[in-house]
């Protein structure tokens, strides 16, 4: 059984960093494409960062230069390293696999790309 489960979430002030970690059970992490959404009440998910299966990464323009996301591979776990946070950032963070290669990031941020997701933790950036 696939399962994926998200730590690392908390409360930050503006500028602060956080790195948040998925664990992945049931599935070998390489081959996969993977990601971070995140989601506030009453709008769309989001994609944040994305991994293709051949390590090459994306990200929305509302984060570059200030997230960064990883796999290793051999510890099935995925990263996304937050730093420079903003009260905007705060949301519930979820990750998500696919099995394949995305590709472009209109593919890797779209969710119903994703077969599979972790049960979200949550960010709140505040002073």
């Known amino acids: 059984q696939v399962q994926l489960v998200e730590s690392g979430g908390g409360s930050v002030q503006p500028g602060g960093s956080l790195r948040l970690s998925c664990a992945a059970s049931?599935?070998?992490?390489?081959?996969?494409?993977m990601a971070w959404f995140r989601q506030v009440p009453g709008k769309e998910r989001e994609g944040v960062a994305g991994i293709n299966s051949d390590g090459s990464t994306r990200y929305a323009d509302s984060v570059k230069g200030r997230f960064s996301i990883s796999k290793d591979n051999a510890k099935n776990t995925l990263y996304l390293q937050m730093n420079s946070l903003k009260p905007e950032d705060t949301a519930m963070y979820y990750c998500?696999?696919?099995?394949?290669?995305?590709?472009?990031?209109?593919?890797?941020?779209?969710?119903?790309?994703?077969?599979?997701w972790g049960q979200g933790t949550q960010v709140t950036v505040s002073s």
């Open positions: 998500a696999a696919a099995r394949g290669y995305a590709g472009r990031w209109t593919l890797l941020s779209r969710p119903s790309f994703y077969d599979y």
């Open positions: 049931g599935y070998t992490a390489r081959g996969y494409s």
